[in-house]
């Protein structure tokens, strides 16, 4: 399934997506996904 898709998915329940990382050092939240299918579109 595209992150795209997932999105939308959510989105149209009343949620919001948000992918985060968790690493043994730490957390990292991902939030380049937009930018990407922004980029797409255009």
Avoid: Q
Avoid at 30 to 41: P, Y
């Amino acid at each position: 399934m595209y992150i795209s898709t997932l999105r939308s998915h959510i989105e149209a329940m009343g949620g919001e997506l948000e992918v985060i990382a968790r690493f043994p050092e730490g957390t990292v939240r991902i939030s380049n996904f937009a930018e990407l299918g922004e980029e797409k579109s255009n």
